[in-house]
């Protein structure tokens, strides 16, 4: 009876605590349905009425993201390649890359707090730590080494908050089968939206915005104005859709994937950048090893069919690959600038010289590298990490390459506890490692620091890998030692 009477009063105690936590979500939505509604009320009034479309549509989505939070994430990867050419982009480039990661890791705290769903235990550790080491750390390099900081700020903000937004986001949805079929839909958006962008790059560029028309006739680079990540974004979509393909029981659906993980690949050499073709040659050995039948008839057919258009629609492409090969004058300047920095890192290696002052003090350091020198231009760095070095010395790296480390050693330790088939199993985080690997090889020759997208997509998977390597851990082995606020446990 008393055991009874205790049951009774937790499960009581528990209901009461949902219908306050659903009470207080309603409210919540009520508030912000009202207070839209008067501002709506005020600018029909004047006359505004796009404002009140856009206000509309905004409330929509908002309810939208309240129900499923993964749905952001989506919406992120398949607008922001486009932002470029959107009417107001510098609006919907706010409102996309600054104001929605951390709205969606707003919703991602906010859904565990109150329990609208069930979620498995989120534990923050030693990555998580790291990272918040360095949110302090690069304000305290910034206003230390520069008499203006306002515009170091913002750039932080973009390239260093933001990605971790998301990888918190990834980390607090734990997105499961469902939330990566989600993404596999979003690559194949990608790799199509890409692969035709590409095509009219080089066939038919005047159907394209101008601003789209960036290395026309030179290099491929979709809607993204950079080679490498174009084809940074072309892996990301190629490696999914054959992971999704091997486990799809439609053979229609699945020859399908393949197809465009194929164009992918073949749009991924039209980037025509080394780094991409050495990345890629990387993707294809990794992709082997795990899916070995597979891969194998892919690469018989492809070849076949690489033969064939390189006598025919692709032997223009065929010889600018071939002279783009050969080029000497970038890898000159990439040396003389490796040199710079390989200087300035040798003399502040603790610290570096400040987050945002490498391309104020580089030029002094340029000097002959045997055949290779730079005289009358600045050349910046084309190595992201080497470029980490130098602003921020080895502490910044680290602490920015610690989470990768730690992810990818507890990813050998669950290897054999993970499925070896089906969706959530060893290819599919094989798969997300892959798509890793690829973007550090590619940032290893040209400075990611420009291009967002490529930096929160970096973040996004490290968040995912954790995200799939968390549940198989056991006790005491190389665990998080702390256990913050967010850890919600469900019965």
């Not at 069919?305 to 004058?329: C, D, K, M, P, Y």
Request: some cysteine.
């Amino acid at each position: 009876m008393i055991e009874n009477s205790k049951q009774i009063h937790d499960n009581t105690a528990i209901h009461s605590k949902h219908d306050v936590d659903s009470r207080l979500s309603l409210a919540l939505l009520v508030f912000i349905g009202i207070l839209i509604s008067l501002l709506a009320s005020y600018h029909i009034s004047e006359g505004n009425w796009f404002i009140v479309g856009v206000t509309v549509a905004l409330v929509s989505a908002i309810v939208l993201l309240f129900a499923q939070p993964f749905l952001g994430v989506i919406a992120w990867l398949v607008i922001m390649p486009f932002v470029s050419a959107l009417p107001r982009s510098d609006l919907v480039y706010w409102a996309i890359y600054r104001i929605l990661p951390p709205f969606l890791l707003f919703l991602a705290v906010f859904s565990r707090m109150v329990k609208d769903r069930q979620y498995p235990t989120a534990r923050l550790g030693p990555p998580e730590l790291t990272m918040i080491i360095l949110v302090m750390y690069i304000p305290a390099s910034i206003i230390l080494t520069q008499a203006s900081p306002s515009l170091a700020i913002i750039r932080f903000g973009d390239r260093v908050i933001l990605p971790f937004c998301m990888y918190l986001v990834m980390r607090l949805l734990a997105p499961r089968e469902k939330e990566f079929t989600q993404l596999v839909w979003a690559a194949l958006f990608i790799a199509l939206s890409q692969s035709i962008v590409g095509f009219l790059s080089w066939y038919a560029p005047h159907v394209l915005p101008k601003i789209w028309h960036y290395l026309n006739g030179i290099r491929t680079t979709g809607t993204v104005k950079d080679p490498d990540l174009y084809a940074l974004l072309l892996v990301f979509s190629a490696v999914l859709l054959i992971h999704a393909a091997v486990n799809k029981k439609s053979i229609l659906t699945r020859l399908f994937f393949y197809l465009v993980s194929g164009i992918c690949a073949l749009f991924a050499f039209l980037s025509l950048e080394r780094a991409a073709w050495l990345g890629g040659l990387f993707v294809t050995i990794g992709l082997v090893f795990l899916f070995p039948k597979t891969m194998l008839r892919l690469l018989f057919f492809g070849v076949i069919v690489a033969i064939i258009l390189s006598a025919g629609i692709l032997s223009t492409h065929v010889s600018l690959s071939i002279e783009r090969f050969s080029e000497s004058n970038p890898v000159y300047d990439r040396l003389v600038v490796f040199d710079a920095m390989s200087q300035m890192f040798a003399e502040k290696p603790m610290s570096g010289w400040g987050y945002e002052t490498l391309d104020g003090d580089i030029q002094q350091y340029y000097r002959r590298v045997g055949e290779a020198s730079i005289s009358t231009r600045l050349v910046t760095s084309h190595n992201t990490y080497m470029t980490i070095l130098t602003e921020l010395g080895l502490l910044g790296f680290i602490l920015y390459i610690f989470p990768v480390i730690w992810w990818f050693i507890l990813s050998g330790r669950v290897w054999r506890r993970i499925p070896k088939s089906g969706y959530w199993s060893r290819p599919l985080l094989g798969s997300l490692w892959l798509i890793m690997g690829f973007n550090f090889t590619i940032c290893n020759f040209f400075d990611m620091r420009w291009f967002g997208i490529g930096l929160i997509l970096w973040w996004m998977v490290l968040g995912l890998i954790a995200n799939m390597v968390y549940p198989y851990l056991k006790n005491r082995e190389l665990m998080p030692v702390f256990q913050p606020a967010l850890e919600i446990r469900h019965e």
